[in-house]
């Protein structure tokens, strides 16, 4: 080899070596939170407090779990205080039948300040007098949700209103409406993968990556599982659309990729886990495998 060429030869792989430090420094780090809900762990029979489970979700690196419905706050949050871990949404019954709110939720709320909790309530009439998808108790809605974004003001949080395939507010693009009315900076909403695929056509979902554009601004956390990507004729519709993270034929990756990479969605996530039966310990060790997978994926992701 001539003394050209051998000059040529380290300039190339100079060229190389620096063009790896250069893609390392500037991969994007995925810096949302990952979190779980309670049902990861809720109903295991060892794991049957909410000290044991909250120990075992900070063990297991989760960023963060449920507080579910108020009838399980103060439980959950002497826990989640003993522990140090955070309560990463505070998911509370909101009814079009009064009394609309449980009582406790204003303060619960102010003891939740400064923590950072999101408070998702989800939407239902108990009367079936409202029904799903409908719009008839919608000014009921926005004056109650501008109660709750007042109270979570106080305390520096932020509301996100957690459509649920057959309540009122089962769909994103309502829960959108809604938002946009009731007009406060600190109200958004969630966008939970199996419930929008629970309540949506093949033909919506071929729109999804626009739809989340429009839902982006408003988007306080979302939730995902694994899932089947099909229109589920199941009896029980979670069979198909709440799998464990990292299984089922949908592209959960692919969603959350483009919600990260594209979009540049900088909220927390979660996984949902209800309905998944077996070992406990086997389900959280195994999200946590997925996600780490997807996390990698994501930082070397161009």
Known sequence: MSKPERLFFKYLLLIVFLSCILESAFAQKVTNDFFTLHNIIRGDSVYNTFEKQVELLKKAGFAGVEINQVENFEGMKAALDKYQMPGSYFYVKVKL???YIDPRLKEYIGKLKGSKTIIAPFILSESKK???SGHDADTLVIRLMREIGDWAK?????VAIYPHREYYVERTDHALDLVRQIDRRNVGLTFNLCHYLGTTSQIERSELKAHLK????????????GANDVISQQKNVWQDYILPLGTGSYDT???IKYLVKDLKFKKPIGVQCYNISGDKLLLINNTMTAWKDYKSRLETAK
């Open 97 to 99: 039948e009064e009394p």
């Open 253 to 255: 990756y692919g969603l």
């Open 154 to 158: 106080q305390a520096g949080l932020e």
């Open 130 to 132: 409202y029904k799903p």
């Open 214 to 225: 429009e839902l982006k601004p408003y988007l306080k956390m979302i939730t995902v599982s």
